[in-house]
């Protein structure tokens, strides 16, 4: 690629067309997990215990990184966990798609997407991970992509397997996913995880109920789509993400 | 100044879930060799900022991601909707993603010494980063700022800070070493760094 090319590359990230709020809505305290949740041990000494300073969003908190298709290693097969190694990874080979949308319903384009799991017998490919179960050469388990024009992301990958951790005496995480949103604004960054419906440890997991709001959980896990399927090749699981959406005052006018 | 009331959406959030203990295969590492870069290495300007993050035992915690997003030294964003256009600093990302693979605490990122902004009802932003920490045992991500303890005259007037009780803005002054900054992260304990409700 010449020099002249990868400066027009990076121009193409600035999307001009794409509304824009000046201010993002606030949410509702019961919308996240609380950070200090005593059911997840971890959380003891890693939450703040003096109350957030509230910050009027201004121009640093309404911009963000438009990484889009600027991201300098985003590869062909980057959606695809199938297909990044020599051979085939063992386990149930899926589609997961979806939307990428803000708390009005208009879908985020162009912004990045990245997922990281654990294989098919649930071990991560992390030098962490000393649980005994297989590695499979054949998955690394990460993946990137970016939304189209309708906010639409898809994923070719492997049905992660729960695995079990030491938060409490037979602590098992249900099977899940990672996920990583941008957005478009600072604001609206979110880290977090996709489930698989029906899992029967959601009962024991404090991760996943550190989300109080049953219908809040709800809208963490994934619907089996058989319209979705590809036949002869994938089962499929659909997902939609929504991002924190236009607040009710310009911030220009907040003061 | 109270928040605004929380806004009644068609469409909840996704809520938040803690980022665990193995991110670094999919958020840093191999799939994206240069994600504490916010500009190329050797960018004119380039300064390093980093420093250490401790839990409230005063132990360092290996497994964090701090990400910075700023404005270049003329107050331009890598974003069309910042002021004045996009930035016309070359590779200038304005964002930078530090996930601690080594397991020692610490976290860095290159990036420009951002310059003053445009800050509400006419007042002029400090020179800033907006900082997200994320980590195993953090369910959801919790949001600094980080400024620049070399900047005193231009923090004094600065409408964040000036919201901030006297004796916790040190907390969010990061501290001029060679090549860059520096500055800690404390997210609980005596010297717990200042988090912001955005
Ligand atoms: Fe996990």
Known sequence: ?255 | MPAPEPVMTVFPTTPSQTVGPYFAIGLVGPPWPDAALAVPEGAPGAIRIGGMVYDGAGVEIPDHIVEVWGADPEGRFADLHGYGGPSEHEGFRGFARSGDEDGDGSWSVLTLKPGPVPGLGGTTQAPHLDVSVFARGMLHRVVTRIYFADEEEANAADPVLRTVPAERRHTLLAQPVDGGYEIDIHVQGPNETVFFAV
């Open chain 1, 1 to 255: 690629m010449s020099d002249t090319q990868e400066t027009e590359d990076v121009r193409v990230i600035y999307d001009p067309v794409v509304e824009t709020p000046t201010s993002y809505g606030r949410e509702p305290a019961d919308a996240h997990p609380p950070l200090d949740y005593p059911p997840y041990k971890s959380t003891q000494l890693r939450h703040p215990k003096e109350p957030l300073i509230y910050l009027p969003q201004q121009v640093t908190e309404i911009t963000g990184p438009q990484l889009g298709r600027g991201v300098s290693v985003l590869g062909e097969l980057d959606n695809d966990l199938t297909k990044q190694k020599q051979g085939m990874p063992i386990g149930e080979r899926i589609t997961v798609s979806g939307r990428v949308f803000d708390t009005e319903g208009k879908p985020i384009r162009n912004t990045l997407v990245e997922i990281w799991q654990a294989n098919a017998a649930g071990r991560y490919q992390h030098r962490w991970d000393r649980w005994e179960a297989p590695l499979d050469p054949n998955f690394h388990g990460a993946g990137r992509t970016v939304t189209d024009d309708q906010g639409r992301y898809s994923f070719t990958t492997i049905k992660p397997g729960p695995y079990p951790w030491g938060n409490h005496y037979n602590a098992w995480r249900p099977a899940h996913i990672h996920f990583s949103l941008m957005g478009r604004a600072f604001t609206q960054r979110l880290v977090t995880q996709m489930y698989f419906p029906g899992d029967p440890f959601f009962p024991y997991d404090p991760i996943f109920n550190s989300v109080r709001d049953e219908k809040a959980r709800e809208r963490m896990i994934s619907a089996f789509d058989i319209h979705a399927t590809v036949p002869n090749f994938s089962a499929a699981y659909t997902w939609d993400i929504y991002l924190r959406g236009p607040g009710a005052t310009p911030f220009e006018e907040a003061f």
